[in-house]
Every structure is written in structure tokens, then in C-alpha cells.
């Protein structure tokens, strides 16, 4: 039988008792450590507060294709066609240095240009830019924002912590399941914590090779989904420098990337997975990985990567200047969830304030030409 897929409604969404309280200390935490970024990060400039080391920035285009289902082409899949991009690929970290300290999780954050229709963001509805802030794991280590007042402490202090050896690791994971000492044993936050372990066990790999999730649910049109972009095995099979040694050099991932771009052209498949089951597929809970048994992967476009040289210091200097957030998108393609209805303003208040220390000009570019030739 053909899956049943679960209609969008506004219910499937719950507030926050404490919503709005918790997200104004979440933003005046992340707007404090992004000041003193300046002088205590290692780059001498504002830093964001999570993905604050880029890898490179790189041109692509994006192909929608034809023939979809027709719940698969919804939005702006609905209609086939190419579209100039850029995409950032950075540590998911909100520290920089070398990569040995940051751990191996990474980013892709994908523009794609002249997309019909406004933006859900109020200050720049008429960008024709459509984002999307994907990580490789498709899960997440926090589901709500009152949880995440003492995990973004955990994860700003983390350097402090396990630089003090395995006592320090043992604080910071006493500290994570119990909140810090806030929440009652009951309460404890263990399905967060097994989910950050999740990820931290991911083995370093060349940035190429990873798949990224979008970790929280999105509208889909008439429906809700996950989307991931996964490479495609034709492409993934010919990259020479496969495995990354972070102990090996200061910097490892870029190098890897800026080498295989230089000889070879890439591709990704943007894929597109529909709730079929609200319980075992929940928008709420970002810790669980929604089964592809229930409802598999379909790829909806492709993103494809040309042969390029991003060796240049300037290639690191426009991609810091870019801004990327999950909420510049169509309204057919809105994010839920609590966690990622924080982020649209968590985003927003970053990006000015990390623009401003940095004296960079805020815009957003009308096409990728106007950053890479």
C-alpha cells in the first residue's frame, strides 16, 4: 500500500509555556558571547555563535526536477528548473581554531537564487533567496528552549570543561543530563544527551561525503517533511581524500575541499522525506530520527557543484559575510517546531549584531555572481 501522508494543520505545533522569556535570554546570551568573540575567539573578529568556522564557499546550481509526485511537488518543487547557489560548508562548532578542537560536526548551508515569492522574514520579504541550514546527523541534542539555556551554556563553555581531562568530560555531561543542576531526576535530560553523544561519535570525513539534515520538520506544502542532502554515489565514489585526520594539521577539512574542487566537479541530491506518523515521526521532538521504513527519502532536485578554485583568503571573507538562516524561505516550506520557530530570531538578532562588530554591510546578494566569478 502507498504511504499515507499526514496533512499540514497549525495544531501539530504546541507552544512553549514560557516561550517568549526563555527565547529574549537565549538572544541576550548569544548576542553577549558574540561581543566578546572579539577578544577572547582566535580570529580578532565577531564570531557566530554556532558553525563560526567556515570551510568554504562554494558556486553551484540547483536543477528541480520534473515528473514529481504530486506530494513531492509542493512549494517550490512544483515547478522544474535551474537556479544559480551558493553553498557554505563550516564546523558546527561556536568555538574556532584548529580543527582538532572543534569536533566533527559540520555544516551545508545552501542559498538558492530567484525563488518566486516572499520570505517569512518581515525585514526582507522580496530577497528571491531561499536558505536552508543543514548538519550531518539528522537528529538534534535539544528539544526545547528552556532546555536550551543551559545546553547553549554547555556548548559556549565546553572548551573550559574538557580541557580539564576526563574530570572535566564527567562535569560536562553530569551538567548536560541534569541541566546543570536545575531539572528534578525525572526530568533529566536523557534523550538530549544520548542524542549529542549520537552525533559526537561521527567520524571525521572529508565535508563532501556527509549528508545533511535539516534535523527539525518543515512544511512541505500541504505536508511536513525532513529534508537532507545526501551525495550522489557517482560523485561520492570519485573523492580521492576520503578519510580526515584532525590531529594531522591546524586545518584539515578546508585543504580536503579546496583540493578536490580543484579537480573535479561534485553533486548532491536534495531529498525529501513526508510524515506518514505523527507519534513515531514527531515535530516536536527533535532527538528521534524518523524511520525511512515508514516513509523513504525522494530525491526532489539536484544540487550540482562545477570544478572550482575556492583557495583564496577572499573566498573565507565573502562566505563570513553571508548570512543563512532556516526562515528565508517560501511560507510553504516554513519551519515547526518550538526549536525552530526559536531560531528565526536567534538568527536575525546574530547576523546584525556580528555585522555590525564586524563592519560588514548586511545584504543579501541577488545572484552568485555578485560573490564568485
Not at 252 to 277: G, H, K, M, N, W
Amino acid at each position: 500500500m502507498a504511504p499515507q501522508f499526514v496533512p499540514y494543520t497549525a495544531d501539530v505545533e504546541t507552544v512553549e509555556p514560557r516561550f517568549d522569556e526563555d527565547l529574549q535570554t537565549v538572544i541576550e546570551k548569544t548576542e553577549r558571547y558574540i561581543a566578546e568573540s572579539v577578544a577572547a575567539g582566535a580570529t580578532g573578529r565577531a564570531v557566530r555563535d554556532a558553525h563560526a568556522k567556515g570551510y568554504g564557499l562554494v558556486r553551484g546550481e540547483v536543477e528541480i526536477l520534473g515528473g514529481l509526485p504530486a506530494e513531492y511537488a509542493q512549494g517550490i518543487y512544483a515547478t522544474p528548473g535551474r537556479h544559480d547557489a551558493l553553498i557554505r560548508f563550516s564546523n558546527g562548532s561556536p568555538h574556532a581554531g584548529a580543527d582538532a578542537r572543534l569536533g566533527s560536526a559540520t555544516g551545508l548551508a545552501l542559498k538558492i537564487f530567484d525563488i518566486d515569492g516572499p520570505t517569512l522574514l518581515a525585514d526582507e520579504p522580496d530577497t528571491r533567496t531561499f536558505d536552508y541550514t543543514n548538519i550531518n546527523g539528522p537528529i538534534f541534542f535539544c528539544n526545547t528552549v528552556d532546555h536550551y539555556l543551559f545546553i547553549q551554556d554547555l556548548f559556549l563553555e565546553a572548551p573550559s570543561y574538557f580541557a580539564q581531562g576526563r574530570p572535566g568530560a564527567h562535569r560536562f555531561f553530569r551538567d548536560f543530563v541534569t541541566g546543570k543542576g536545575t531539572l528534578d531526576p525525572e526530568d533529566w535530560a536523557w534523550d538530549e544527551f544520548l542524542a549529542f553523544l549520537r552525533l559526537s561519535q561521527i567520524s571525521p570525513m572529508n565535508v563532501l561525503l556527509s549528508t545533511y539534515w535539516t534535523m527539525g520538520a518543515v512544511r512541505h506544502g500541504d505536508y511536513m517533511a525532513k529534508v537532507r542532502i545526501a551525495p550522489d554515489p557517482s560523485f561520492g565514489d570519485a573523492v580521492v581524500r576520503r578519510r580526515i585526520d584532525p590531529t594531522s594539521a591546524a586545518e584539515v577539512f578546508r585543504p580536503a575541499l579546496v583540493a578536490e574542487l580543484s579537480e573535479r566537479p561534485y553533486a548532491f541530491d536534495i531529498q525529501v522525506q513526508l510524515c506518514t506518523d505523527l507519534e513515531r515521526m514527531p515535530v516536536e521532538d527533535v532527538t528521534v530520527e524518523w524511520p525511512e521504513r515508514l516513509s523513504p527519502f525522494v530525491t526532489v532536485a539536484t544540487l550540482r557543484i562545477p570544478q572550482q578554485d575556492i583557495s583564496g583568503d577572499g573566498n573565507l571573507e565573502k562566505m563570513d559575510a553571508l548570512s543563512f538562516t532556516p526562515w528565508r524561505v517560501t511560507a510553504e516550506h516554513a519551519p515547526l517546531g518550538n526549536i525552530m520557530r526559536a531560531r528565526k530570531k536567534v538568527y536575525r538578532h546574530s547576523s546584525i549584531l556580528r555585522h555590525k562588530l564586524n563592519e560588514q554591510q548586511r545584504t543579501e546578494p541577488r545572484s552568485a555572481d555578485e560573490l564568485l566569478p
